[in-house]
Each structure stands twice: as structure tokens, then as C-alpha cells.
């Protein structure tokens, strides 16, 4: 499989909620995360995960679909 540098930006609108699950699909998926940063924006409400990946399209939208079917959280994602 041909791999590919990315980054996914995750928003998490319930952190309390959401982010349990957010946190053991990205732990699942460790093996193509090469970077994680994680920022909680109380102003505006929302908790940001940024991550840097290396990964083909399948695996990168396996994660991307994993997370998006989660309530209160949005997924967006690029490929280099």
C-alpha cells in the first residue's frame, strides 16, 4: 500500500462524552499517527485534536469514518 503523509483536525464539541471514545480509536489506529496535538478552546466551546498521519487512503478513511459517526465530533481530513 502506498503510504502517504496527512492531517486530520478533529473537533469535539462534549469532550466529556466524546472524548473517551475519540482517544481509543486514535490509540487503535497508533500505528500510523505520527503526531498528536490536543487543544481545549473553552471560548469557543470546542476541544481541538490535530494529528499528523502516515497512512494510504483505506486506513486513513477507516479512522476519518470511525471518528466522524460519533456524536459531537467532526472530522476533516488532507492528504499530501
Known sequence: MDKR????????QDRGKSAPEVNKIIGANSDIVVGRIGIPFREKGVNVIGLIIEASTDELGALTGKLGMLSDVRVKSLLA
Do not use: D, N, P
Open 5 to 12: 503523509l496527512g492531517i486530520i483536525g478533529i473537533f469535539i
